[in-house]
């Protein structure tokens, strides 16, 4: 089965659309119809799949995720053990639980059916630039 | 591969089961093992695999939701900046990204190997109704 | 395609590691590549790929959830309706349906592609012992 690993440069916290990396992959395997599968290959970035269309809904997006889990030296964090890696670093993984390490996408006549506004997207939950590996895998 | 693209009428935010709807496809393509993919194609409504025998549990995961992220007039959530949608479009976009736009379900001797009480929904998190559509795919 | 199901025993809320179950399933498959779907049968337990080198992670991560999701008996739970089954069943649900249900990790010359330090978790939500159900998925 096709596979390829892209990799995504981030520059800090936030949602990083790689939507035609994905389509070009798949319109590239020429196949009618599959499954495409995204999976990221670390523990404090994850998957999203989320509006495109005003860049507004990204940047709420990465709000809310930091006030429910703010940095380890907020005051509310007080509880936290794993403080070691920087105070962006547990709660990356706790935001990287709550979202998603592999996302499917069926594919028909050789293109992802997403929907009209949907994009997909690396949401890096670290603070300093990092270079993400993400595996594509379609499958039928 | 079978592919099927089904459409839940909502009416307002809430848990609509669709287990049948999936069990039927899976009968109906005859194969006896193989991986059924759930995807939606929308980013302010979700998938989710929950109990279905009681529910209030249903009634208590929609609860929770709007609690962790109230409408955008509430006043603990000023800091919103995408809000011309609506006061429920932006919660409705985090909702979705706290639980999951695909689910996989394998299927043995024709059947979903879901647990006793596991059924299949979709999460509105929108008011006002919307049809909303899912794609069945089964693979090998 | 090959399938098995393979059960983990929980001593309470936390997360128990069977990446070596995993590996060790798509390793006796004998295929180069292809694709791992994890499925567990059950809605107050779920799955997540997390970090697996300093167990303060998971520690952290399960602290987490039980301060975003304390049990019913806590004072800020009084709203929940579905008590019948004890405090801690409907946030069990609750974090479940933020967390997954299915998780698919591509293979490549018949390894999982994971990262260097994502382990494969189930995340168990209760707080008496159980036996778990996962199945395990490979497709091409």
Redesign the interface.
């Known amino acids: 089965?096709p596979?390829q690993i892209i990799s995504v440069s981030t520059r800090g916290a936030g949602l990083y659309e790689f939507t035609e990396e994905a389509a070009a992959f798949v319109e590239k395997a020429g196949r009618g119809?599959?499954?495409l599968?995204l999976?990221v290959?670390?523990?404090?970035c994850s998957l999203?799949?989320?509006?495109n269309a005003?860049p507004?809904?990204q940047?709420?997006?990465q709000?809310?995720f930091h006030?429910?889990?703010p940095p380890a030296d907020d005051p509310s964090m007080g509880?936290?053990?794993?403080t070691?890696e920087g105070p962006d670093d547990?709660p990356a993984?706790?935001k990287?639980?709550?979202?998603?390490?592999?996302?499917?996408?069926?594919v028909?006549a050789g293109r992802l059916?997403?929907?009209t506004?949907?994009g997909i997207y690396l949401?890096e939950h670290r603070s300093r630039p990092h270079r993400r590996?993400i595996?594509l895998?379609l499958?039928?």
Not at 41 to 44: E, P, V, Y
Not at 96 to 106: E, N
């Open positions: 089965m596979q119809e599959g499954l599968t999976f290959r670390h523990t404090s999203t799949i989320q509006e005003d507004d809904v940047r709420d997006l709000l809310f006030r429910l889990v509880w936290l053990h794993h070691m547990m993984h706790i990287a639980a709550l979202t998603q390490v592999s996302i499917c996408v069926p028909f059916m997403l929907g506004w949907q949401f590996d595996v895998h499958g039928p």
